[in-house]
């Protein structure tokens, strides 16, 4: 099953001769549960095609469908309620709400709909990314790894279609980013979670089914590991 298709995602910036075309043309299909790594250089397209995935940005041309969605006929509203519900997101550096506990933290898109947690699920969540000792502590009292996790978790809470993680071992150590990278391939083997992975290194993307290669806005390779 297709939880993912772009179709000629063309993104250009500017205008006249100022003008940057960012992604030429991408066609891309990712299915339901494969794990799967973007890399590519600083300046690739990497980063212009996470915010288009995410609907925080629009193509140019071309369409992104997402769990039988059209990103292109949702408006701005529609688009941030449909990222909070079917699109998780996990960044470098965490977003978490600092005055929150991690608790809180990971239910926070529930919370902003009103809707209570599975609790079987939620305790699955947390367990496997080893954070259950850790909901009633502020994210400051939690190292760059616990937090991280914590950011996983809010992440996964909604049951996301897709879940994009921009380069989610960026700001971590050695052994952290070993422990994050485990922590996704269990969210993917154990929930069943479709991850797109970006990343510029390489050893992180490894550990994805299928590795995807970007250079000038355009696929270079796409190569399934097993």
Not at 121 to 149: C, H, M, T, W
Request: aromatic share 4%; with cysteine; glycine share 8%.
């Amino acid at each position: 099953m297709e939880i993912l298709k772009c179709k000629g995602v063309r993104k250009v910036y500017g205008s006249g001769n100022s003008q940057v075309t960012a992604l030429h043309g991408i066609d891309l299909t990712v299915r339901k549960g494969e794990f799967t790594a973007i890399v590519g250089s600083s300046g690739s397209g990497k980063s212009t095609l996470l915010h288009i995935l995410g609907s925080v940005d629009r193509p140019t041309e071309g369409t992104v469908t997402i769990d039988g969605t059209d990103l292109s006929k949702l408006t701005p509203a529609q688009a941030a309620i449909f990222r909070r519900r079917k699109v998780g997101l996990v960044y470098q550096f965490y977003n978490l709400i600092p005055t929150l506990t991690v608790r809180k933290n990971i239910l926070m898109p529930l919370t902003l709909d009103k809707k209570k947690p599975d609790q079987e699920y939620f305790d699955q969540i947390v367990s496997s990314l080893g954070i259950s000792d850790k909901l009633e502590a502020l994210p400051n009292q939690l190292s760059g790894g616990q937090q991280q996790r914590a950011a996983i978790a809010r992440s996964l809470i909604y049951r996301p279609a897709l879940l994009l993680a921009d380069e989610p071992t960026g700001n971590l150590d050695q052994k952290n980013s070993r422990e994050i990278m485990d922590m996704l391939k269990i969210s993917n083997r154990s929930l069943e979670q479709t991850i797109i992975l970006i990343t510029h290194d390489e050893k992180a993307a490894l550990d994805a089914h299928r590795i995807i290669t970007l250079e000038d806005g355009q696929i270079i390779s796409d190569e399934y590991r097993r």
